[in-house]
């Protein structure tokens, strides 16, 4: 895959960022819930103290994709782990070799932290994502349930007395 190129995102990237996020969400039919804005990119993966990271994959110069991760921790293992929150590559670089680098590329980036894993997550109807990561030698974690609070919830706990 001479012609691809796997770089950090800068904040230069940011339209191009937003413009993969927004097709995504399509993708996944949740664009009403898609409320990143230039201001949250900038904050939360190029400002100082930002703990996310972003990755643009290129052909040819034009970008045709974008991975965003950030490290967690497993206290069983006593080390860090490199969470995959996205993957998007565009429709038409779809079968080009673009996912399998960046995944090749974040896999590089764990084993050089020391990391003890490399997770993310995948809906269960997304049969095409699912067999590819299967091909690589990934597995699903079915014994665990994913739980999150967001919204009213969020807020009714963090300000329960």
């Known amino acids: 895959m001479p012609d691809l190129t796997i770089r950090p995102a800068t904040p ?21 819930q898609a409320q990143a804005t230039p201001g949250h990119l900038q904050r939360t993966l190029f400002d100082a103290g930002a703990s996310a ?23 069983w293992q006593g080390r860090n782990g490199l969470y995959l929150e996205d993957l998007y590559v565009d429709p038409a670089a779809r079968g080009s ?19 003890g894993r490399f997770e993310w997550s995948v809906l269960d109807w997304n049969r095409p994502a699912i067999d590819f990561y299967e091909s690589l030698g990934a597995l699903p974690q079915g014994e665990w ?5 967001s919204g009213d919830a969020l807020l009714k706990l963090a300000q329960a007395a």
Do not use: M, W
């Open 12 to 32: 230069a990237d940011i339209p191009t960022l937003l413009g993969f996020i927004r097709d995504l969400a399509i993708y996944e039919n949740a664009v009403d």
């Open 145 to 149: 349930v994913r739980y999150r609070l």
């Open 53 to 75: 990271h972003a990755l643009v994959c290129e052909r040819a110069g034009a970008a045709i994709g974008f991975a965003v991760y950030f490290f967690n921790y497993s206290t």
């Open 97 to 115: 070799g673009a996912g399998k680098a960046l995944l090749q590329h974040l896999a590089r980036i764990a084993v050089d932290q020391d990391c």
